[in-house]
């Protein structure tokens, strides 16, 4: 991925020693970052904005949000999440066991602010990336829907980039009471004390994250969405965000704007995410400095 006149991304490789590589249980779970510095020196920390991809994208997929935000004067990362990024292949845990992902977020964190003290901190993330910013924000999921997921006691809506996704997650780890078990682990509060704001677009799982815990969500929260968006619709995914979380506020990207115009090559507006990424950062110029 490369801003033209803003240079390329340093790219590295992390790796999460708390958690093992989904193909190979003997190493380190891996963390792919695209990480953009400031283009103009700063006293202070400068501000930093992680970016979550969409379900089986990738950060390097991630410019029309990357751009604003780096021309804006933040310092950037984005990250191709374990398992549901195409850069490595899919693994159906990157797609089902949706909170590994903000773990990322919050290991990357860690890994970063060991090299250097962090300014102030938000994330952005859209589809399934919008749950990861809001689950660093304090969303839980429901284990008990997860459960009735997984044994299919509620459809789960088919997944384009995996079909049979949920077959294969079966045949690696087969339903018993140890696995129902773990799924209470996924509730666990995922929060991350050095998030100061969030932004959503399009997001996804609303209809999987309780209302209880989008009520604890303290931070200023930013959401934007397609009103022709079938595969993340308002009111089975964005209106559990915007309803339940106290500090939520928003506004639909337009009428006609559905959920590919965000990263087709051929979009319907294509200059809703023009607008949209212009929206993040001025969010994140408000809510950060």
């Not at 964190?109 to 304090?138: I, K, N, R």
Request: proline share 10%; aromatic share 8%.
């Amino acid at each position: 991925m490369t801003i033209s006149g803003q240079g390329q991304p340093l790219i590295r490789v992390l790796h999460d020693e708390s958690r093992s590589d989904l193909r190979d249980p003997a190493s380190p779970r891996p963390v792919r970052v695209y990480l953009w510095e400031p283009s103009r020196a700063q006293a202070a920390p400068a501000p930093l904005v992680v970016v979550s991809h969409g379900t089986g994208g990738s950060g390097s997929d991630m410019e029309w949000l990357v751009r604003p935000l780096h021309e804006a004067g933040f310092r950037v990362v984005a990250l191709d999440h374990h398992g549901n990024n195409y850069v490595d292949g899919y693994e159906p845990e990157g797609f089902l066991h949706v909170w590994e992902r903000p773990r990322d977020v919050s290991f990357v964190l860690e890994a970063l602010a060991q090299e250097q003290p962090l300014g102030p901190v938000g994330v952005a993330g859209f589809s399934l990336g919008g749950y990861t910013a809001a689950a660093l924000a304090g969303a839980r999921v429901d284990p008990q829907i997860l459960w009735a997921v997984l044994t299919g006691t509620v459809p789960l809506p088919e997944i384009p980039e995996f079909p049979g996704a949920l077959e294969a997650l079966r045949k690696k780890h087969p339903l018993n009471e140890a696995s129902r078990r773990a799924l209470y682990a996924a509730a666990a509060d995922l929060s991350d004390p050095r998030v100061r704001a969030v932004f959503q677009v399009a997001p996804g799982v609303g209809a999987l994250v309780t209302p209880e815990s989008l009520a604890t969500v303290r931070v200023p929260v930013g959401i934007r969405w397609g009103g022709a968006d079938t595969v993340n619709p308002y009111e089975v995914d964005t209106r559990p965000y915007l309803e339940h979380i106290p500090t939520a506020s928003g506004c639909s990207a337009g009428p006609h704007v559905r959920h590919d115009d965000f990263f087709t090559p051929q979009p319907a507006d294509p200059a809703a995410r023009v607008r949209v990424g212009k929206e993040a950062a001025a969010f994140f110029q408000q809510h950060l400095g």
